[in-house]
């Protein structure tokens, strides 16, 4: 898919394309990846404007810059605590530079479980903590009773 940058870019552009086809009746675009003249998209969804974007990810420069313009969910993609929090504020600051306001951005983050439900509970709380309104537990095989029941039961004492 090219560089960063030709990755970086076509996201920018492909979430242009996908709220322009979601939220209007038609959608007239020209970039350097897509190409759309009076396109439709029907039926319209549920959702208004459109259904919620996600955009995972910590690249300060352009995912974050994206995720301030175009995303009401950002996933953190892996990562310390803190490195959640300097992804965080770089994504808030986006946000005051394009005049959003971040509270409108559900954030969530990767949580990896290494097999100690208690220490996997432990990081979503301190996640929740530093500003995460979700953890998504990435869980390694085998996917058993005898590995998920602890960790619901941990992560369950958090609800």
Known sequence: MGTPKKRSDRLEEACEVITGLLGQETTTFKGSYYELTDARCDPKPVQ????????????????????????????????????FI???????????????????????????????PAATAATA???????ADLAIVYLPPPYTPTVLEPLAEALGQLA
């Open 125 to 131: 709380a301190e996640l929740g903590e530093a500003g």
């Open 48 to 83: 208004r404007p459109h259904p919620p974007l996600c955009i995972g990810g910590s690249g300060e420069k352009r995912t974050l810059r994206t995720a301030a313009r175009f995303a009401q969910h950002w996933n953190f993609d892996s990562g310390t605590v803190e490195q």
């Open 86 to 116: 300097r992804a965080r504020e770089v994504l808030h600051q986006h946000c005051a530079d394009v005049r959003r306001d971040p509270a409108e951005i559900l954030l969530s983050s990767q949580v990896r479980f290494s097999g100690d």
